[in-house]
Nanobody, 127 residues
Framework: VQLQASGGGLVQAGGSLGLSCVAS?????????????MGWFRRAPGKERDMVAG????????YYADSVKGRFTISRDNAKNTVWLQMNSLKPEDTARYYC????????????????WGQGTLVTVSS
């Protein structure tokens, strides 16, 4: 599975930004992306990667890190092989490179249980 994230940019604190991630199959492989859980994680400068949000294949179950609950919303459209992350009330501490992930984690919040990671998109929140 290949994952392409986009939508990052520079925004002022308190502002909003939306990220999207499109999943596609690698040449020669069977694509089962619509059956995968998908999620977003981020890595801030000098920090470890943190899981931000995750969503089961049918959208029925979601996960949010405590730091983003009430501000971020994850959603997906399997027909479009796309997952979105709507980020509102952004804070400077949300500044990070955001990555899309897909896979079959037992727990949506366990970053390293996602099998596929994409390239990131940079989000910068100015104070």
């Amino acid at each position: 599975v290949q994952l392409q994230a986009s939508g990052g940019g520079l925004v002022q604190a308190g502002g909003s930004l939306g990220l999207s991630c499109v999943a596609s199959e690698r040449a020669g492989s069977d694509y089962a992306g619509s059956n995968y859980a998908m999620g977003w994680f981020r890595r801030a400068p000098g920090k470890e990667r943190d899981m931000v949000a995750g969503i089961r294949w049918n959208g029925g179950i979601t996960y949010y890190a405590d730091s983003v609950k009430g501000r971020f919303t994850i959603s997906r459209d399997n027909a479009k092989n796309t997952v979105w992350l709507q980020m509102n009330s952004l804070k400077p501490e949300d500044t990070a490179r955001y990555y899309c992930a897909a896979g079959s984690p037992q727990s949506l919040g366990r970053l390293y249980e996602y099998e596929y990671w994409g390239q990131g998109t940079l989000v910068t929140v100015s104070s």
